[in-house]
């Protein structure tokens, strides 16, 4: 008794969770991913921030060697600093997983 938790002062274990296995997941594709690039097509904000970073939904256009290009929508915290980088009409370099091309991870 008399211990008191804030709402949304402290993530879950669920949202702790999730993020340890997108961190993973990045880390993985940063190391096996495939080279490619995808054009911004369009962007919004979630309204979920992580670090202090706004997580944006982008809509691409993703090209691989070998493959057509295809529409992917991708979730991923940015920077606030460089933001302005992924603008749509932008091409920015993305990680290809090879075994599910509609997950990458921008960067």
Same mark, same amino acid.
């Given at each position: ?51 202090? !970073?706004? &997580? ?5 256009? +993703?090209? =691989? @060697? ?5 529409? /992917? ?11 302005? !980088?992924? &603008? ?5 370099? +993305?990680? =290809? @997983? ?5 997950? /990458?991870?921008?960067?």
């Amino acid at each position: 008794m008399g211990q008191f938790k804030q709402l949304g002062a402290t993530p879950s274990d669920d949202q702790l969770a999730a993020f340890s296995r997108q961190q993973a997941d990045a880390q993985r594709l940063m190391a096996t991913g495939l080279i490619g690039q995808a054009t911004v097509e369009s962007l919004r904000d979630t309204g979920m921030t992580i670090n202090d !970073n706004p &997580q944006i939904e982008f809509d691409l256009l +993703v090209t =691989v @060697d070998g493959r057509e290009a295809y529409p /992917v929508t991708h979730r991923q915290a940015v920077s606030r600093l460089v933001l302005a !980088n992924f &603008q749509p009409g932008a091409s920015i370099p +993305v990680r =290809v @997983d090879p075994a599910d091309p509609t997950r /990458v991870l921008i960067g």
